[in-house]
Structures are given as C-alpha cells and as structure tokens.
C-alpha cells in the first residue's frame, strides 16, 4: 500500500541531544513537509521540499534541519538549539509543491524532552 | 498569502444532531479547498476537496462541505453525527498562482460528542 512512514512513534531526548526524525514515502510525491503540532496552535510549516536535494525553510525552522538525498526520504534533525522540542511532529507528502494537490500525513511522532 | 480561520476552537454536539463547522478563508483569487479529520494521536486523513465546478463537494464517512465565493467560506456539514466523528478537523487552503509551500491550515476545531 502506498503512503508515509514515520518512525518512531514515540521518541524521548535528553537536554542537549539532537534526535532524527524518520519519514518515507512511496508515493513517488515530489514535495514532502514536516509541520510542528501544538495543542491550539495548529500545524505549524517547519521546512518543505519542492525537490530532491532542494528544502526551504518553512515558518518556524529555527532549531531544526532537514536533508532531501532521496525523493522518498526527508528526516527531520531536532537540535539542541531548539529551547522547546516537546510537539507531535507530522510529515506529509503531495504530488506538487504548489497548493493545488492533496497532502497525505504519515501518523506522526511524539517527541519528549525528559 | 493565503489564511484560514477556524472560528470555534470546540465544538459540542449530541450524538444524532446535525453538525456545521465553520471556516473562512483569506485569499484573493479562488483558491483550493480542504478539509481534513485528525483522531488523538494520529495523522490526518482527507474528508474532501473543493477545486472547481459545483460548490457543493461529498466526502468520506457521510460529510459534505459548501464553497460560498461571497462569503469565503467553507463550512463543513454532516447531517447526523457518530461519536466516532469526535476528533480534530482542520479546513486549509491551497494557493492556485503559485507559492511552493503547500497548504495553510487553520487552527483546527475540537468536537466533542455527547451521548
């Protein structure tokens, strides 16, 4: 069946780490995204890919980075420089870059600071 | 750019009700629209898609949605709500002269089922 993968599902840091988030898909979609989910906040756009080995930054990409080596791949890097990492973090995928397509959501991973 | 606004951050409905979620959106030519459902702890699934044509657009799981151009709304309508419809839903809107960001959701609204 086609769609995206993420992985973990749960993921725990210590202060001061950087953790990978996993994201697949086999859609052969060319644009992925990763949002930020907080309670009352909505998703909020982190980094997007139009293209392989090409990402933008999205609204709040402070503390994050992203690479784009495969159409399929697109992992997400939470870095110690992000003061407040605690969020479901969701990866998506569409056809086109452009608003003009459906997105299609992996099930998302809960990132705890402990 | 584009916006969307979800004026009802909850919602309460009794099982077997009808049910209308509200959403404006913010863009100066005609723009792409979606709805999609979310479930706690999970991903969210597409309920239906407005681009073109008839402004009233079916979907999954029995829920339609109306495209008013006057109004800029696409409010989200189910006849006779499940208490499995309870869930987070979220209205965005897809920019149809470019941008390469994908969509802009709104802030999502809460609904809860009463038995």
């Known amino acids: 069946d086609g769609g995206i993968t993420q992985s973990p599902k749960y993921l725990f840091r210590k202060e001061g780490q950087n953790v990978t988030l996993s994201c697949e898909q086999n859609?052969?979609?060319?644009?992925m995204y990763w949002y930020r989910q907080d309670p009352g906040q909505g998703l909020r756009l982190i980094y997007y890919s139009q293209i392989v080995n090409d990402f933008q930054k999205g609204d709040i990409a402070e503390g994050y980075s992203v690479s784009r080596e495969k159409k399929e791949s697109f992992p997400l890097t939470v870095t110690s420089a992000q003061k407040n990492p605690t969020a479901f973090y969701l990866c998506?995928?569409?056809?086109?870059?452009?608003?003009?397509?459906?997105?299609?959501f992996g099930q998302g991973t809960r990132l705890t600071v402990v | 750019a584009q916006s969307v606004t979800q004026p009802d951050i909850h919602i309460t409905v009794s099982e077997g009700a009808s049910l209308e979620l509200r959403c404006n959106y913010s863009y100066g030519a005609t723009p792409y629209l979606f709805w999609y459902v979310q479930s706690p702890g999970q991903g969210l699934q597409l309920l239906l898609k407005?681009?073109?044509?008839?402004?009233l657009v079916q979907g999954i799981k029995g829920f339609e949605a109306e495209f008013k151009r006057s109004q800029s709304s696409f409010n989200l309508r189910k006849p006779s709500v499940h208490w499995s419809d309870a869930a987070e839903y979220f209205c965005?809107?897809?920019?149809?002269?470019?941008?390469?960001?994908?969509?802009?959701f709104g802030k999502g609204t809460h609904l809860i089922i009463q038995p």
């Open positions: 859609l052969n979609h060319d644009a």
């Open positions: 407005y681009f073109s044509g008839d402004t």
């Open positions: 965005a809107v897809g920019a149809t002269g470019g941008g390469a960001d994908g969509l802009t």
């Open positions: 998506a995928s569409s056809a086109t870059p452009q608003g003009d397509t459906e997105a299609f």
